[in-house]
């Protein structure tokens, strides 16, 4: 047994799109892909995955006749200095008159994400910065053929937190947080001879996956 010990410098974080469902063919090794259907019998999925989980193709799987996947598409973004996640599992009181103890039963799960970025600008590519503020206030974006793209306000986002990414050797088991999220907060600051930075909070929403932990073996380069 390999044991590896994780520090702040591991972890990378991504923003990611799901793409069109895909229910033939084989599947592209190395591809993170949400799985939205599974075939009643001779699923090729690997065992033990369901409806609703995210996983990474290990070998050019061949979908079986009645599976379905949507294809993620992950652009890892660089501009945050550290990122912070909570868990909070609501506990609801259902004492009755007559317990003789307080009993709860768990109610829904509360995931915060905060973190701060270094405010960064490019000409070529979207930055961090770009999508946390743009997703709460307009930015226009002018392109190499002078028009100008607005950014879309308030959508939802995809979140994917790698916390093992840092680690080098294919004996490691990546542990990967996948959640949709909304941009619930943000802010800047910056001052004489400092980096100027700005603060984010992310809270768990709906979307077409649950918030999950998964942790997978590591394909080789």
């Known amino acids: ?46 065992n033990g995955l ?7 193709a290990q070998t050019a799987i061949t979908l079986g006749s009645g599976d379905k996947v949507k294809p993620l598409t992950m652009t890892k973004f660089c501009g945050f200095q550290n990122i912070d996640g909570t868990f909070d599992k609501e506990q609801i009181d259902v004492t009755a008159i007559c317990d ?56 939802d986002v995809n979140v994917a937190i790698v916390l093992t990414e840092g680690i080098a050797g294919t004996d490691v088991k990546d542990l990967t947080l996948y959640t949709p999220a909304q941009i619930s907060s943000g802010g800047f600051s910056g001052g004489t001879n400092s980096a100027k930075t700005a603060d984010v909070s992310l809270s768990v929403t709906t979307g077409e996956f649950e918030p999950q ?9």
């Open 1 to 46: 047994m390999t044991v590896k010990r994780v520090i702040n410098e591991d972890t990378g974080i991504y923003f990611f799109e799901i793409g069109s469902e895909v229910d033939t063919g084989a599947l592209v090794a190395g591809t993170r892909y949400l799985v939205t259907a599974l075939a009643t019998s001779d699923s090729a999925i690997p």
């Open 50 to 56: 369901a409806v609703g989980d995210i996983f990474l």
């Open 100 to 155: 003789k103890t307080t009993t709860y039963r768990a109610g829904r799960l509360t995931v915060e994400l905060s973190g701060t970025l270094v405010v960064e600008t490019s000409t070529g590519e979207e930055t961090a910065t770009d999508v946390v503020m743009g997703n709460l206030i307009t930015l226009l974006s002018q392109q190499s053929d002078g028009t100008y793209e607005r950014s879309a306000v308030g959508a």
């Open 213 to 221: 932990f998964v942790k997978e073996n590591r394909i080789a380069a």
